[in-house]
């Protein structure tokens, strides 16, 4: 097993540039690089950790005045006075600070920020919307990377946050946006966030803002996380249970399938629509109930009418979850022109592994039990096509394999081991 990687404190870091300016006699620039090379030589890992030159005065070298952690202790002071004025002033500050590197939310998380951001929000809650916005905006700043700062306390006024300013876009969508970063590879955030009730917050913030691409976005996202499976620090999650709630109890599918057709044009919102789609599409009946609400001419419509490689992956992706052992299903398609379509995505985008694969996964889902479409789909030029992309992109091996396999052409297998001594076939 691959071994983590050394961390070290900024404070160590600091120390040896300091280090390096006065016993080594280098100029500030020259004794960050010399610490940053001596310190990944040992295999320590510098990611979050901010390398700045510090001053030099007749003095010698001065401690560094870190931006981030002077914006912090200027935030503190103005929340401790209740100014909201000067706390706007500072979060500006904080957030700047934030967005320029991980290391400086990583520095700042360690010297504090986030119980000093939560007493902020909570003034904000108090004082009026423009406020509220930037606390959320700095708190999701902070969290991005970093799940485990939020407590319980923080999470049951997110939703709160979420849910009496429902109709307020830009508030909902940085709302959300702490969700998702909240929840990403956290289970215990995600069962926390379900139990509280996020999940109607996000389907129905969907519903309300459908005219607003960001929160649709962002909503769909959040859906997603809570789907997944990410957290190596529990053996079993709640991602089927959670994809369960959000179709059966939040109606996921028809409000995700609707939201598809009020953005016809905006392949970046079809693109999360249809990959959310795929992840809630994890029983029988869920699939079936996407075909009663007309999902499947909605997807076929969005793969032919648009050019984007990013929507044409999630159409075939969503479109291969729905044919998978289900023939009914497969006629529809092929009857809808998918087939088709799909093959002209893979023609149109030859460079885009993700589209060539999940395009011989879908031909293959096509066939796979209804091998009387194998032919239909080959007169299309099926085989030149999925031979182009099993040669063009080593993720493509095996689906593409599996689609000729199962439309009746001549694959070739190569014997990688015979069971005699020697190496492994190249």
């Known amino acids: 097993m691959k071994m983590s ?5 900024q404070e160590t870091f600091d120390a040896a540039v300091r280090e390096n300016i006065e016993e080594f006699e280098m100029g500030p620039e020259e004794a960050v690089k010399e610490a940053v090379e001596q310190f990944e030589s040992q295999g320590v890992d510098l990611s979050n950790i901010i390398k700045m030159a510090p001053k030099v005065s007749a003095d010698g070298p001065q401690e560094p005045t870190h931006d981030i952690l002077q914006a912090l202790d200027d935030l503190q002071e103005s929340v401790a006075r209740s100014h909201p004025q000067e706390v706007s002033a500072h979060l500006t500050r904080f957030l700047e600070q934030c967005k320029q590197h991980k290391a400086s939310r990583f520095l700042a998380a360690q010297k504090g920020a986030y119980p000093i951001l939560l007493a902020a929000w909570k003034l904000a809650v108090a004082s009026d919307q423009g406020l509220l916005l930037q606390a959320l905006n700095a708190l999701s700043a902070l969290t991005d990377g970093q799940p485990d700062l939020l407590d319980t306390q923080g999470l049951q006024l997110l939703v709160v946050t979420l849910a009496q300013n429902a109709d307020a876009a830009d508030l909902t969508c940085s709302g959300i946006r702490c969700v998702c970063h909240a929840s990403l590879k956290h289970e215990q955030n995600r069962q926390s966030l379900v139990k509280a009730g996020v999940l109607p917050l996000l389907t129905g913030a969907i519903t309300r803002h459908g005219h607003c691409a960001d929160v649709v976005r ?10 997944f499976d990410d957290d190596i620090r529990v053996p079993f999650g709640h ?37 959310t789609l795929s992840r809630l599409a994890v029983r029988n009946e869920f699939c079936q109930e996407i075909v009663d609400l007309g999902g499947l001419g909605v997807l076929v419509a969005l793969l032919a009418n648009c050019s984007d490689h990013q929507v044409c992956e999630q159409s075939c992706a969503a479109l291969c979850v729905l044919a998978l052992r289900k023939p009914e299903n497969s006629r529809v398609i092929m009857e809808g022109g998918g087939a088709l379509v799909a093959l002209r995505a893979m023609k149109a985008h030859p460079a885009e592994a993700g589209v060539q694969k999940q395009a011989c996964m879908l031909i293959r889902n096509l066939v796979a039990r209804s091998q009387a479409f194998s032919q239909p789909i080959l007169d299309l030029g099926a085989e030149a096509l999925i ?40």
């Open 239 to 275: 991602a089927h249970d959670h994809a369960k709630m959000i179709v059966q109890e939040n109606g996921g599918l028809k409000v995700l399938i609707e939201a598809a057709k009020a953005f016809s044009d905006n392949p970046s919102v079809l693109s999360e629509l249809c990959s």
């Open 5 to 9: 990687a050394k961390r070290i404190t």
């Open 387 to 426: 031979l182009q992309a099993r040669a063009a992109h080593r993720d493509c091996e095996d689906v593409a394999k599996a689609a000729l396999r199962d439309l009746g052409c001549r694959v070739e297998l190569r014997e990688l081991w015979t069971g005699q001594k020697g190496n492994l076939a190249p």
């Open 218 to 227: 962002e909503a769909c996202w959040a859906l997603r996380v809570m789907t």
